[in-house]
Structures are given as C-alpha cells and as structure tokens.
C-alpha cells in the first residue's frame, strides 16, 4: 500500500480504496493527503453512511438562505469546503444514486451550485472515495452508478486488514 500511495499522492487522480470496515481506509486518504501537493488545505471526509439519504445533499452541496428552506445563513457544504484541497468520501455506495449523478456532474463540469441558488462556483478538489466492497459488487448489487465508479476508480487502492498490519495501529 505504501508504494501506491508514494505514486499517487502527488498527481490530482481520484482514488477508490476499497476494503471491508475497520481496515484503515482513513489512514491511506489522509496519507495521500499529506504528500500531496494539496497538503496545506485541511482534508474534509464525509462518511455517507452516517448521514439520511435527504440530508446528504444539503451536507455536500451547500446551502443558501432561505425561509422555505428553513435556513437563517449560508452554508458552505463538504463540496464547497474542500475547494482547493481534498475530499475522503467513505461508504459512497450509502449515498442515493440521484446523488451520486449529481456528485458526478460537479466533479465533471469542475462547479458546485447550492441548493436555493442559481450560480455555480468553481470546484477544484481531489476525490478519495471508500467502499467497503469492490466496486463491480457495489454496481451489479444498484448502490454504485458506474459512471461514477469509472470517473472515480482512476487509481485503486485496495486495504489489508488492520489485523494484518499491526505496525499500522
């Protein structure tokens, strides 16, 4: 794993880790992170799984003031937040697959709209994602759209057990 990370870290490709839970796969995207020339801007991550399918969206995408929406400030989201610098998606197959259309199509166009406003903003962020099954599994099984397996699976990386590696706890 580590000579993957020394070859990856320094170019801007997206990454897919992919490995059961528990097996470090934070470890390796803050390790890339780090030797990464995007290194001065913090890592954001964002578990999807820890979120509801509806407020994944508001999460990641930000919002903007508004009394339907019920908000009192704008809210930058994970999206907006990681400009600049990398963002460790972990359980990405957790997240609805209307979501992960929209997820695709700012990565793709490089922009970012908010929800309850009409501007785009620009987007200039590495994508880490994390699925605890292999991609192919997660795509059959209608959890993963494959087009956004393909525009994220650039450089795999797949983890070794924590119990496999001792020295890395």
Known sequence: VLTRIALVA???APVMITREACTGKALVATAIHKDSPRH???PISFK?????PDAIEAELFDQMRSHLLGTQRDRPGKLEL??????FMDDLAEMP???QGRLLHALQTAQVTRLGDLRARPLDIRVIAALIRPPEVEIAAGRLREDLALFLN????????????????
Request: proline residues 17%; positive net charge; glycine residues 6%.
């Open 97 to 99: 697959p209307e979501l």
């Open 154 to 169: 650039v450089f795999p990386i797949q983890c070794s057990p924590l119990r496999d590696r001792p020295k890395d706890i």
């Open 48 to 52: 999807c799984s820890a979120h509801a």
């Open 40 to 42: 001065r801007r913090p």
């Open 82 to 87: 990681a400009h600049g610098g990398t963002l």
């Open 10 to 12: 320094p170019t801007d």
